[in-house]
């Protein structure tokens, strides 16, 4: 089609139907290219079904071996009922957890319950109110806000080990750092919840909130106020179980 183009003296017209195609050349007329119009491709939408978190909440289908009644029940009585704890956004591991830490093991009980008295010691000193107090190894703020990005940086799962081996139930934030929010289900430590907006601009530290599972909100008794958020999905029977493991186990996905 090419070489035909490059002779000046020629004209080309392209006719396109469903059968066939005519080419027609005249020396007189000037050089003339008409697009054949088509009609529009039709695409049947998808049907699959998505789960919301599809990219970062983890889905286990247990063996055909396991019968019904393996499988965890709903979370929708799951409550959590405390003080809260606010911060910003882009909250890291190494202010989660700093990495002089890290050589804690979580298995051992003693070092375990050590891990989570320096859990958000890492934070700034702009943050007055300090999550642990002094010479305490739990927290008594069982519930944490943030804002976007929580548990950025490193992909440590000592951050959300911490957290839990402190005390702290649950982590409210706009949104997480990916291998934090897997981190968090895999080790059954901490719900990470989703807000639909930044509570963490509307709640103040030490305000006492509660968290309804089921019905996907949060309360602050403080301010009376309620705020959506969004479901766990797949990820909750997985950490009502206690992390990746022992839900396997209590689905008879690995021996027991």
């Known amino acids: 089609m090419a070489a035909s183009l490059s002779h000046a003296p020629y004209s080309t017209i392209f006719t396109s139907s469903a059968t066939k195609s005519s080419v027609s050349q005249s020396p007189l007329s000037p050089p003339s290219i008409k697009i054949p119009t088509f009609s529009p491709l039709t695409a049947k939408p998808l ?18 071996t396991s019968t019904p009644s393996s499988v965890p029940s709903e979370t929708s009585t799951t409550t959590f009922h405390g003080l809260c704890y606010v911060v910003g956004d882009n909250i ?6 700093p990495a002089e830490y890290l050589t804690l093991v979580p298995s051992n009980p003693a ?5 989570g008295s320096y859990a958000l010691i890492g934070l700034p000193s702009s943050y007055e109110t300090r999550f642990i107090e002094p010479n305490e190894m739990k927290t008594k703020y069982s519930i944490v806000i943030g804002g976007a990005n929580f548990g950025c940086g490193s992909s440590r799962e000592h951050a959300p080990v911490a957290l839990g081996a402190a005390g702290a ?6 949104s ?9 289900v895999a080790t059954g430590e901490v719900y990470p919840l989703e807000s639909e907006v930044r509570i963490c601009e509307e709640c103040k530290t030490g305000d ?27 990820a909750g029977p997985v950490i009502e179980a206690g992390g990746i493991f022992a839900y396997a186990r209590k ?6």
């Not at 079904?49 to 063996?63: D, E, L, Q, S």
């Not at 890291?92 to 957890?97: A, E, G, K, P, R």
């Open 251 to 256: 689905t008879g996905m690995i021996p027991a």
């Open 176 to 184: 997480y750092a990916r291998i934090f929010f897997r981190n968090s």
């Open 208 to 234: 006492v909130v509660t968290i309804e599972l089921g019905e996907s909100k949060l309360i602050n008794h403080t301010t009376g106020k309620e705020y959506k958020l969004k479901p766990i999905g797949d």
């Open 111 to 115: 070092e375990y319950e050590k891990l």
């Open 169 to 174: 139930k649950a982590v409210v934030a706009e």
């Open 92 to 97: 890291d591991t190494d202010q989660i957890i």
């Open 47 to 64: 049907s699959s079904t998505f789960t919301r978190h599809a990219a970062r909440a983890i889905t286990i289908t247990p063996r055909a």
